[in-house]
């Protein structure tokens, strides 16, 4: 669904709007209601991607939460019901 | 060509690199696996991103088993949100298509593929993607199908 925001909020809330943008969204900036501005992620290239990548990984959290045993063992059982399921 | 394709259109042009599926992503947030951190480094975009994979996080997110870890999960799907670049339009239709493909072709190879590893490989040759897993037996694909594959050693426990 696409984000909406008229000039007043995008003044208050510009963090809110830029850390939605960060996550791949467009917003679309409105004025009286109707659509005058799109607000885009930029596309990182070159070096540029190289530094957003290595940030991206100084801010992700060190952790182990068993996401990946999950997500093996969740795996596994759905090929077996598929299996079950053809028999 | 193949006959879904023909049906259904031949995919998106110009929109290529790595395509990383559930089990490289988790390798990279949760296991920090090195041989990945440089392919991604090195790369010149980011990687494409993954309706399927998406999902699949979503799934774990879920499935948290406490709100501590659930937090920590919250992680990775912001991470991986901000990794990758998705298209403006969803090519569903051409995905459709090369899931058929790629579906017929694991069953008749004899993999045992869960579903959602054949729709990430119909993902990847819609975008013209290299696949990227852990996963020993959705690189095998590649074998039997035109898809490209980096296969990242990464033992669960």
């Known amino acids: 669904m696409a984000i909406e925001i008229g000039m007043r909020e995008l003044r208050n809330s510009t963090s809110k709007v830029l850390r939605a943008v960060e996550t791949g969204q467009d917003v679309f900036l409105t004025n009286h209601g109707i659509r005058v501005a799109k607000i885009s992620p930029i596309a990182h290239v070159g070096t540029d991607w190289t530094q957003h990548f290595d940030k991206l990984m100084a801010d992700l959290p060190f952790v182990e939460t068993g996401f990946a045993q999950f997500h093996l063992d969740d795996n596994q059982s759905s090929i077996e019901i598929e299996e079950a399921a053809r028999v | ?157």
Not at chain 2, 131 to 143: H, K, M, N, P, S
Request: hydrophobic share 45%.
């Open chain 2, 1 to 157: 060509m193949s006959e879904a394709a023909v049906l259904f259109g031949t995919g998106v042009d110009e929109f290529s690199g790595y395509l990383l599926d559930t089990s490289a992503v988790l390798a990279l947030t949760e296991r920090r696996n090195e041989q990945l951190i440089l392919l991604i480094r090195e790369a010149d975009q980011p990687p494409i991103g993954s309706m399927v994979v998406l999902g699949e996080l979503a799934h774990g997110l879920a499935a948290s088993p406490t709100n501590a870890i659930r937090i920590q999960r919250q992680a990775t799907v912001s991470f991986y949100k901000r990794l990758v670049r998705m298209p403006d339009q969803y090519p569903w239709m051409s995905i459709a298509a090369r899931y058929g493909d790629a579906s017929a072709a694991a069953t008749a190879g004899g993999l045992r593929l869960g579903m959602n590893d054949r729709w990430v490989v119909a993902e990847c040759v819609t975008f013209g993607a290299i696949l990227v897993t852990c996963d020993e037996i959705q690189a095998r694909l590649e074998g039997i199908y035109e898809n490209s594959t980096v296969f990242i050693d990464q033992p669960t426990e």
